[in-house]
């Protein structure tokens, strides 16, 4: 088991980028994928983006081409970039890693509000 810590989340204008990290507390070698997921107000917990053990980032629609997820192996980090954020990205933000084998490990959440 890894223990995650997200951060990086806030208050941001739309139109406006915010910067999430997650950070593992070991290096992580024995994953499938990494990602984030999203939870806003009253609605269930969405996926974001992944990113698999060789490198290849998803994005669900929505975020193509204004979000990016990427990691950095030697910090045990993984991030996620968002840019051009509209109110709809108001959400809890939650980071992941799925085992080949074995229960998920979750972080805590970051909340983002995007909001003028």
């Known amino acids: 088991q890894v223990q995650l810590v997200e951060s990086g989340g806030g208050l941001v204008q739309p139109g406006g980028s915010l910067r999430l990290s997650c950070a593992a507390s070991?290096?992580?070698?024995?994953?499938?994928?990494m990602g984030w997921y999203r939870r806003a107000p009253g609605k269930q917990r969405d996926l974001v983006a992944f990113?698999?053990?060789?490198?290849?980032?998803t994005y669900v629609d929505p975020v193509k081409g204004r979000f990016t997820i990427s990691r950095d192996n030697g910090k045990s980090t993984l991030y996620l970039q968002m840019n051009s954020l509209k109110p709809e990205a108001t959400a809890v933000y939650y980071c992941?890693?799925?085992?080949?084998?074995?229960?998920?490990?979750w972080g805590q959440g970051t909340q983002v509000t995007v909001s003028s």
């Open positions: 070991r290096t992580i070698f024995d994953f499938d994928t």
């Open positions: 990113i698999s053990r060789g490198g290849t980032a």
């Open positions: 992941y890693v799925r085992y080949r084998s074995g229960p998920d490990d």
